[in-house]
């Protein structure tokens, strides 16, 4: 370690340059995929919820309202329908406020519509649904949630696309970076390293202090890009959170396992801290490989 | 054992530096290349080393091929060789003690060992107490003291020395070469030199080259051109 430090020290800038290389990339790199999964668990989330929602007037009786929820049954096109009452909606609607008193005292059970969440068997199934409901009589309002998933995952394809874009330019321009400092850094101990291979020095020995030192600015870049981030989701939590009203948590579908994203959880954080620490630690060490491998073959003529 | 049959070397522009030469020296055989500018002898000492292929023959150091194309081989080699340069090649960043232990560290052996044998070959050389200078606080004669003891540092069990006393006063010049006299018995030494005196002197063996042949090859030489 102390080999490490003081090789770093003699070489400031080229230290300083590589760490802030690192930096940005990294810093980039946790920001495009903490989005990506947060916008993944948003769409999980949206795909989760009812497909589609009725909303009955209030003089529309209970009624009349299992007979609609008997008849779309009987469609074959339904895979589950869910009635909430008038005090379903209000009991919802009081755990949601719950902190919000003012609001509370201005609701009661009469103001808020009793409804039918319907999921369907096939998303096909689902604009002959709407279309059908539109149609009941008694009926408020319906509302189709598959605009929203379509946009939803639109959105999230794009990002995706243009986030592996911007990451493979932002790893190739960093790992350019890198490698043109390393060269400084090999060309400023030229004699020393001509020296060691003349006295039969390995590669691998005269590449090491440099990989150390790569390793090494990885490990402190990451710790520090994560750093820096968490204490920006530290003061944006409370923003967020108010954003994400009512939603408890967003997962991501990892196969046979559900990864909460949001809130997140020490798992997630943990995860995000090893992934971005092998990455820096990664790219530095493949960049320095590369940089390096050009000078110290043994050149006979 | 190093083992030179029918080598030629010669250089991209044509330039023929070794001309079908012929010759072996036995371990523990002290040996003066001696010759003009450019008849060859840094040629040899580059060959033994494995910094050069030669263009035709066999070069044989140590039963290693030195055409081989595995660098691991000549890695090896070059472990088991001392290479006393004539322009030094002392690290200015690093201290007596880190330029002389560099060869050890690249051996890999422990600290301890290392501090052992680099305050023996300090001793070896005449530069007892000097472990931490720096190249900006030595002599000339001192600073190839320094070079010759790394050369010597450790199993390295060829010496090749180009031009060790070319910048060098008479008396260090004699200083130096009785360095290379207490080792003479363990270790293989050429060296490559200009001075009359001191092969007229020392009465080893000497390798005469004139326009990349061999001329001569004396047991006990002096001398001559």
Known sequence: ??????????????????????????????????????LYGLLGYVE???????????????????????????????????????NDAFNLYKDLNKDNPLLLEMVSP????????????????????????????????????????????????????????FFVFLMATTSIILMTITHFKVALRKDEIELLRLMGASAGYVRKPFMQQAL?????????????????????????????????????????????VWPITPLYAGALYIVLTLFGMGIAA???????????SIQRS | MIQFENVTKSYPLGTVALDDVSFAIEPNEFTFLVGTSGAGKTTILNLILGDLYPSSGTVIVNDIDISSKKSKKIEELRRRIGVVFQDFKILQDKNVFENIAL???????????????????????????????????????????????RAMCGD???????????????????DIMKIFKKVEDHK???IATHNTDIVNSMKKRVLVLKKGRLTKDMKKGGYEL
């Open chain 1, 1 to 38: 370690m102390r080999k490490i430090l003081t090789a770093l020290r003699r070489t400031p800038y080229q230290s300083l340059a590589v760490f802030s290389s690192l930096f940005l990339s990294l810093f980039l790199s946790l920001l495009l995929i903490f989005c990506i999964n947060f």
């Open chain 2, 156 to 174: 390295r069990q060829i010496i090749l020395a180009d031009e060790p006393t070319g910048n060098l006063d008479p008396k260090t010049t004699w």
């Open chain 1, 286 to 296: 493949f960049a320095t490989y590369f940089a390096t491998r050009k000078y110290l």
């Open chain 1, 48 to 86: 989760s919820r009812p497909q589609v929602t009725i909303y009955f007037q209030n003089e529309t009786t209970e009624t009349n309202i299992m007979g609609v929820k008997n008849d779309l049954e009987k469609t074959g096109m339904i895979e589950s329908v869910k009635y909430i009452s008038k």
């Open chain 2, 103 to 149: 060869g050890l560290h690249i051996q890999e052996l422990p600290m301890k060992k290392i501090k052992d044998a680099v305050r023996e070959v300090l001793s070896l050389v005449g530069l007892e107490g000097r472990d931490y200078y720096f190249p900006v606080q030595l002599s000339a004669g001192e600073l190839q003291r320094v070079a010759i003891a």
């Open chain 1, 110 to 165: 009469d103001v808020l519509p009793a409804s039918l969440e319907i999921f369907a068997k096939k998303p096909e199934y689902l604009p002959q649904i709407a279309d059908r409901l539109n149609k009941v009589t008694g009926k408020d309002e319906v509302n189709f949630q598959k605009n929203v998933v379509d946009k939803l995952l639109s959105l999230t394809s794009v990002v995706r696309t243009m986030s592996l874009g």
């Open chain 2, 188 to 190: 293989t030494i050429i």
């Open chain 1, 216 to 260: 090494f600015l990885g490990f402190i870049s990451a710790t520090v890009v994560y750093g820096l981030f968490a204490t920006i989701l530290y003061f944006l939590f409370p923003a967020v959170q108010s954003y994400l009203r009512g939603i408890e948590q967003l997962s991501v579908d990892l196969g046979s396992y559900q990864l909460i």
